[in-house]
T-cell receptor, first 108, second 112 residues
Framework: RKEVEQDPGPFNVPEGATVAFNCTYS??????FFWYRQDCRKEPKLLMS???SGNEDGRFTAQLNRASQYISLLIRDSKLSDSATYLC?????????FGAGTRLTVKP | SAVISQKPSRDICQRGTSLTIQCQVD?????MFWYRQQPGQSLTLIAT?????????ESGFVIDKFPISRPNLTFSTLTVSNMSPEDSSIYLC?????????FGQGTRLTVV
């Protein structure tokens, strides 16, 4: 079993749609959690950290459920520029583990 | 934040040869990380490089194949040795800040 598992995707949605990505992790001792965005042929960049209390950044909302070892990312009012691969990342003592990524394509 | 300069950005190499990838960070960092990202896959950690000691390799990766140098706190190299087409991948270096990881731009390697 992979340490971090994500929805395989791809997700193809129209502009303005709401889309949700899910992620589960296997190591209950994991300490911190993130969503990274990776554009085609580019390096990953931090989108947002994920906290148990949930956090929101504009159109993006991230949730963490430690009991279920589950992480989610919700994107509201999708834009064309949201098209990318979204990586779920779990960190324990500077050991970062990446999910395989979920590819999102937002179409006009 | 940290800015990482990684080079080369891409290369096409003959099988059996070796390629050395360099990463320069704009600040001193204790640990640098080397990842591989195969087409359509996520990042897989190859090894962690600490200055002044031997790199720590993940399962499935060995020093003879992926020797790493870490001569100081701002620089590291990864060599892909005796390459085969299976080594075709993107290689990324990374450092960790207080709240996030930063990546080099990646090296896209094609072995023919």
């Amino acid at each position: 079993r992979k340490e971090v598992e994500q929805d395989p995707g791809p997700f193809n949605v129209p502009e303005g749609a709401t889309v949700a990505f899910n992620c589960t992790y296997s190591n209950s001792a994991s300490q911190s959690f993130f969503w990274y965005r990776q554009d085609c042929r580019k390096e990953p960049k931090l989108l947002m950290s994920v906290y148990s209390s949930g956090n929101e950044d504009g159109r993006f909302t991230a949730q963490l459920n430690r009991a279920s070892q589950y992480i989610s990312l919700l994107i509201r009012d999708s834009k064309l520029s949201d098209s990318a691969t979204y990586l779920c990342v779990v960190n324990r003592y500077n050991d970062m583990r990446f999910g395989a990524g979920t590819r999102l394509t937002v179409k006009p | 934040s940290a800015v990482i300069s990684q080079k080369p950005s891409r290369d096409i190499c003959q099988r059996g040869t070796s390629l050395t990838i360099q990463c320069q960070v704009d600040s001193q960092v204790t640990m640098m990380f080397w990842y591989r990202q195969q087409p359509g896959q996520s990042l897989t950690l190859i090894a962690t490089a600490n200055q002044g000691s031997e790199a720590t390799y993940e399962s499935g990766f060995v020093i003879d194949k992926f020797p790493i140098s870490r001569p100081n706190l701002t620089f590291s190299t990864l060599t892909v040795s005796n390459m085969s087409p299976e080594d075709s991948s993107i290689y990324l270096c990374s450092v960790q800040g207080e709240t996030e990881a930063f990546f080099g731009q990646g090296t896209r390697l094609t072995v023919v």
